[in-house]
Every structure is written in structure tokens, then in C-alpha cells.
């Protein structure tokens, strides 16, 4: 099950009306995870097919060390966007930051 919809907060649409939630953008963020918990961006990121979640702990690590110390500008922008939405998630959601 993805992350979003384990949490509860997997987009949902709020009518025709162009109402936004409160938490629209916890739910943005949670969307984008999904994505990135996804087996077929595991494939692409690891060679592994496998949530990325699921991945033995050196693996997830050395991706994420891959992106942090990229020569490409926009994968070290996304790396620190994906480190920024995940703080952002942990002070948000409910029992985040609470410990």
C-alpha cells in the first residue's frame, strides 16, 4: 500500500468548486512519495524492483548519498526538495515530531 494512502492522506478531490483542503499540500508532498516508493522508480534509481521503502538500508542510502553528492544541479535540488517535504511531513502529520 502506498505511503499517501497508508496515512490517510492520499489526494482526494475536494468537488468542482476549486476548494483546496487545508492539508493540500501534506497531501501534494504524500503524492509525491508515492512516486518515489514506487517499485518501477526503485527499478530506475536501484535495479532493483522493489519498493523503494523495501530496499536493504545500504541501498536506499547509497541512492540518496548519490543525489545529495550529484554533479547534476536538479538532482541535488531534488534531493534537498525531497529532504525538505520529508521534514516538512514529520512536524505535520499526526504524532510527528512527538518523541
Not at 499540500?25 to 530506475?44: E, G, M, Q
Not at 548519490?66 to 531534488?78: C, G, I, P, T, V
Not at 526538495?81 to 499526526?94: K, M, N
Request: proline share 3%; net charge positive.
Amino acid at each position: 500500500m502506498a505511503f499517501g494512502r497508508r496515512t490517510g492522506c492520499a489526494g482526494c478531490a475536494c468537488g468542482g468548486a476549486g476548494v483546496q483542503p487545508a492539508d493540500a499540500k501534506p497531501r501534494a508532498v504524500l503524492n509525491l512519495l508515492d512516486v518515489w516508493d514506487s517499485k518501477l522508480h526503485a527499478f530506475l534509481l536501484a535495479g532493483e524492483y522493489e519498493n523503494f521503502s523495501k530496499l536493504e538500508k545500504d541501498v536506499r542510502e547509497k541512492v540518496l548519498r548519490s543525489w545529495a553528492d550529484s554533479s547534476l544541479q536538479k538532482r541535488r535540488a531534488a534531493f534537498q526538495a525531497l529532504r525538505r517535504a520529508i521534514g516538512f511531513l514529520y512536524v505535520t502529520l499526526p504524532g510527528g515530531g512527538v518523541g
